[in-house]
């Protein structure tokens, strides 16, 4: 029988998709993305890129990319929209970068097809059918075969329904309006904005600007929307005016019941939504992205232990849920209600302590996070900082999305992996261990002196040596 054409179709051109698009071609799988849109959205929406994502396109050489087009913020003021100055964090790119949306789409889809993955818009998932060999896949008017496929495709995933993944979770019970806008109001105006309402100073007299709703609408908000609602709770519209971008969202909140279902699986929006707060989303699924990119394309080339697949879900879910609830809480403390008024005083309050300011921060740029490996050191499990080395920066060896060995002794070697994973012998390194062996994804799977320890730990990740 000939081979299917594709290794793995991806339904959703979106961040997650596109990230994922690249990380596959990273390890020369035969990817086809299917974006239902064929041209970028009308509004220009402002994200955020965080911490753990802005080092991730650091470990894949898109950083710099990205930067030509965003603009740095300090990395606090997340939580629940708390003013608290950004506390200091374990990181060399400790920061915000404000970035139009459509254009970190379009930027990590340059990437995919310039790495070979094909992209082709105006097309879409009607159905699926899986067999123990692959994936039969439905257009409106082709049916294509691959052996995996992946639903990217946003909160109201095709792919989901059809595999039949419950959703559960909270439906929108309110809906807020967001958006960036120049402000007229003079300073004292602007100390005295009232609860409910959320106004944070950029540079240029810019202003981030939060507001209820005041009732659903499927209609993107324009700058009355804005003004009416301002005058509702405020008394005075602030003089807003000029706006960069605007736009409406809910407080859905849903989780995926499975990650995986045979040979079909899902990432980003498609297997979590929640209310922007704090600016996760994005984050969370280009995240998701580089998590399954090389434990897929390793089942696809025959190299993955057994369960390397299996820990996609393991790991990325409880990720997803910890999000949840930290936009859950966030939600709560934004309330105008005299209850969620008092605790968002109490918390304010924490936040004075730099140890919670800079755990709460650490929690929503996501390099806090801690996979559970089992026993070993508190090093391992967690994302390795990007180091100087004598050959560069760490996270510049990364960019192949390899596994790597980083070793303090000399003593260390690869032998039988050294296809997927490569070795460097920095002596002046500055690691807390020894030597470590780092995932594609930059998390520490072992650290230590042992190369029998890490022949066990290199079998667990990348298989059996000498494949």
């Known amino acids: 029988m000939n081979p299917p054409p594709f290794d793995v179709i991806i339904a959703g051109c ?19 993305v299917l974006e239902q849109e064929t041209e970028p959205a009308s509004f ?57 949306q459509p254009v970190i789409v379009r930027l990590l889809e340059e990437h995919a097809v310039e790495l070979g993955a094909q992209v082709r818009h105006g097309c879409a998932v009607t159905g699926f059918e899986q067999d123990d060999d692959g994936v039969t896949v439905e257009l409106a008017d082709e049916v ?36 960036e806008m120049e402000v007229g109001a003079p300073p004292e105006e602007l100390a005295a904005v009232p609860d409910g309402i959320r106004m944070r100073p950029f540079e240029g007299g810019i202003y981030s600007v939060i507001v209820p709703a005041g009732g659903a609408g499927d209609q993107p908000p324009n700058l009355d929307d804005f003004k009416r609602q301002l ?3 405020a008394g005075t519209d602030f003089g807003v005016h000029s706006p960069r971008w605007l736009s409406r969202f809910g407080d859905a909140t849903r989780l995926a019941d499975r990650y995986r279902k045979g040979r079909v699986l899902l990432a980003g929006d498609a297997a979590h939504i929640h ?67 008092a605790a968002r005083r109490l918390v304010a309050e924490l936040m004075d302590f730099d140890e919670v300011n800079r755990h709460l921060i650490e929690k929503i740029t996501g390099i806090g996070i801690r996979y559970d490996f089992g026993l070993g050191p508190d090093l391992v499990g967690r994302r390795l900082r990007d180091i100087d ?45 020894p030597g470590v062996l780092l995932r594609p994804d930059g998390h520490v799977a072992w650290a230590g002196d042992d190369q029998q320890g890490l022949d066990e730990q290199l079998s667990r990740w990348f298989g059996t040596p000498g494949r």
């Not at 911490?51 to 990395?75: D, K, N, V």
């Not at 004598?390 to 032998?415: F, K, M, P, W």
Request: aromatic share 4%; hydrophobic share 40%.
């Open 231 to 233: 005058r509702a709770i």
């Open 14 to 32: 979106g961040p997650a998709g596109a990230m994922l698009a690249a990380e596959l071609r990273l390890h020369d799988v035969r990817v086809l």
């Open 144 to 179: 294509l075969r691959c052996r995996y496929l992946v639903g990217c495709d946003g909160a109201r995933s095709t792919v989901r329904k059809l595999l039949g993944v419950g959703f559960p979770g909270e439906p929108s019970r309110s809906e807020t309006l967001m958006g």
């Open 275 to 341: 209310p922007p707060i704090g600016g996760q989303g994005l984050n969370l699924g280009v995240q998701d992205a580089v998590n399954l990119g090389w434990k897929l394309a390793a089942q696809v080339r025959g190299w993955a232990p057994a369960a390397l697949l299996d820990t996609y879900e393991a790991e990325r879910r409880p990720v997803a849920a910890e999000v949840l609830d930290n936009t859950r809480a966030q939600t709560e403390l934004m309330s105008p209600e005299p209850g969620p008024q």
């Open 389 to 433: 080395l004598a050959q560069g920066s760490l996270y510049g060896q990364l960019h192949r999305g390899r596994g790597l060995v980083l070793d303090r002794t000399g003593g260390l070697n690869v032998d039988g992996w050294s296809d997927r994973v490569d070795l460097l012998t920095d002596p002046t390194a500055a690691l807390e261990a």
């Open 44 to 100: 220009v929406r402002i994200v955020g890129l965080h911490i753990r994502s802005l080092e991730l396109m650091a470990m894949r050489g898109l950083l710099e990319r990205l930067l030509e087009h965003g603009r740095q913020r300090p990395a606090g003021g997340f939580f629940a929209a708390i003013p608290k100055p950004p506390p200091a964090v374990d990181s060399a790119h400790a920061y915000l970068l404000g970035i139009p």
